[in-house]
T-cell receptor, first 112, second 115 residues
Framework: AQTVTQSQPEMSVQEAETVTLSCTYDTSESDYYLFWYKQPPSRQMILVIRQEAYKQQNATENRFSVNFQKAAKSFSLKISDSQLGDAAMYFC?????????FGTGTRLKVLA | SQTIHQWPATLVQPVGSPLSLECTVEGTSNPNLYWYRQAAGRGLQLLFYSVGIGQISSEVPQNLSASRPQDRQFILSSKKLLLSDSGFYLCAWSPGTSGGADEQFFGPGTRLTVL
C-alpha cells in the first residue's frame, strides 16, 4: 500500500526567505515517482516539481528544489526567495502503476 | 492543447438525492482518468481511476460509483447522497502511456454541499 504523510499542516515564511516543506512516503512499488503540487486559493492544482525515484539527483525548477532521501523515504520541498504568490496549499504525492496518492497538504503563508 | 472540463462548478443537493458529476478531456486520446475528493482540512482522497473505457478501479467502498462511457468522459454518480459526501471533487487525467510517471492535469473542480 502507498501512503504519503505531510506532518506540517501550516507553515509561514517571510517574503524573500527560504522555507522547507516536509513529506515522507511509503510504497511497495519498485518503480515510482514523486510530485509536489500547489493549490492556490483558486483551487486549481498546479504541478510544482517532479522526481523520478530511480534518479539520485534532486530535481530543481527555478526557485523550487527537492531533497530526495530514498532510504529515508523523505521528499521535502525547498522554496527559495519566497514570493507572495507562493502562498497556497502544497500537496506531496507519490505514484506507482497508475495510482497517485496525495498527502493531507501544508498551507504555506507568505508574510510581507 | 489538452483541456479538462468539469461541471457543474457548484452543486447543493439534499440528503438522499442522486448525484451526477461529469468530466471530459479534450485534445488527447486514451487518457487515464481519476476522481478525487477533497474534504475540508483533508488531502486529496483517490476515489476512482480508469485506464480505459469500461475499466474502473475503486479505491474507497462507499455509496459513490464511476463510469467511463466514452474514451474521454468520466462520470461520478450516487443514487442517494449522504451528508458525508460534501466536499470538493476533482477530476484529473494523465497520459495513457505513462503509468504513473507523468504529472496529472486537474480540472477546476466541483464544490458539492449536501444538506
Amino acid at each position: 500500500a502507498q501512503t504519503v504523510t505531510q506532518s506540517q499542516p501550516e507553515m509561514s515564511v517571510q517574503e524573500a526567505e527560504t522555507v522547507t516543506l516536509s513529506c515522507t512516503y511509503d510504497t511497495s512499488e519498485s518503480d515510482y515517482y514523486l510530485f509536489w503540487y500547489k493549490q492556490p486559493p483558486s483551487r486549481q492544482m498546479i504541478l510544482v516539481i517532479r522526481q523520478e525515484a530511480y534518479k539520485q539527483q534532486n530535481a530543481t525548477e527555478n526557485r523550487f528544489s527537492v531533497n530526495f532521501q530514498k532510504a529515508a523515504k523523505s521528499f521535502s520541498l525547498k522554496i527559495s526567495d519566497s514570493q507572495l504568490g507562493d502562498a497556497a496549499m502544497y500537496f506531496c504525492a507519490s505514484s506507482g502503476t497508475y495510482k497517485y496518492i496525495f498527502g493531507t497538504g501544508t498551507r504555506l503563508k507568505v508574510l510581507a | 492543447s489538452q483541456t479538462i472540463h468539469q461541471w457543474p462548478a457548484t452543486l447543493v443537493q439534499p440528503v438522499g438525492s442522486p448525484l451526477s458529476l461529469e468530466c471530459t478531456v479534450e485534445g488527447t486520446s486514451n487518457p487515464n482518468l481519476y476522481w478525487y475528493r477533497q474534504a475540508a482540512g483533508r488531502g486529496l482522497q483517490l476515489l476512482f481511476y480508469s485506464v480505459g473505457i469500461g475499466q474502473i478501479s475503486s479505491e474507497v467502498p462507499q455509496n459513490l460509483s464511476a463510469s467511463r462511457p466514452q474514451d474521454r468522459q468520466f462520470i461520478l454518480s450516487s443514487k442517494k447522497l449522504l451528508l458525508s459526501d460534501s466536499g470538493f471533487y476533482l477530476c484529473a487525467w494523465s497520459p495513457g502511456t505513462s503509468g504513473g510517471a507523468d504529472e496529472q492535469f486537474f480540472g477546476p473542480g466541483t464544490r458539492l454541499t449536501v444538506l
